[in-house]
């Protein structure tokens, strides 16, 4: 069965560090996402990417995140510059069609901590 | 504003009952609608999902849930749990007109006792 990878599964970074979380979706998808949760809460929304360019993000994506999908098969996330607050489970994720055409699929996440 | 609710954050149930988690949401139109299962240390699997059409929907894992229009719910159930059923549940609802992306309920964890 085809599978989103994320890598690596568990990073430690210092405060002020910049990180790289990749993601290999699933081959033939169109849609990306990266979603973060942090401990004890809900999964949240961060970032989606069609075409080449975000689609959409939310107010959490500010201008120390970024994302990049440099060769086709990668998609990545950046935090420029780590926060505490962003010690986080990250989820990538992958659609065919977008919400409502087909399931998303998650790969097992990044548990990033930031110390 | 767009919501999902999950009003249970912990059920404990016994192994070989049923289980029934509950999700609400509040959104202008119905949207589509998921189940997830987080087992500790591994990633979300969709257990099962609603678009259209029945509103009894079949899943993996011997899940189903319902849609209930005319009350915002799409509600999980179990007939007997196993105990590989301990993990958190998430709801989820997407909707084109708010955006292509996912929008999660708080999730509940569910214990099952021997």
């Known amino acids: 069965e085809p599978e989103v990878t994320q890598t690596p599964s568990h990073q430690v970074t210092q405060m002020g560090q910049e990180v790289i979380l990749r993601c290999v979706p699933i081959?033939?998808?169109?849609?990306f996402y990266w979603y973060r949760q942090i401990l004890g809460q809900k999964v949240e929304f961060l970032v989606s990417f069609y075409n080449n360019e975000i689609s959409e993000k939310s107010e959490i994506f500010d201008d120390q995140f970024s994302v990049e999908r440099p060769d086709g098969s990668n998609f990545t996330l950046k935090i420029r510059s780590t926060k505490l607050e962003d010690s986080a489970m990250y989820f990538c994720a992958s659609t065919l069609t977008g919400v409502g055409g087909t399931e998303a699929f998650f790969g097992q996440g990044t548990r990033l901590t930031v110390v | 504003a767009q919501s999902v609710t999950q009003p249970d954050i912990h059920i404990t149930v016994s192994e070989g009952a049923s289980l029934e988690l509950r999700c609400n949401y509040s959104y202008g139109a119905t949207p589509y609608l998921f189940w997830y299962v987080q087992s500790p240390g591994q990633g979300l699997q969709l257990l099962l999902k609603y678009f259209s059409g029945d509103t009894l929907v079949q899943g993996i894992k011997g899940f189903e849930a319902e849609f209930k229009r005319s009350q915002s719910s799409f509600n999980l159930r179990k007939p007997s749990v196993h105990w590989s059923d301990a993990a958190e549940y998430f709801c989820a609802v997407g909707l084109k007109a708010a955006g292509n992306k996912l929008t999660f309920g708080g999730g509940t964890r569910v214990l099952v006792k021997p």
């Open positions: 081959s033939n998808h169109l849609y």
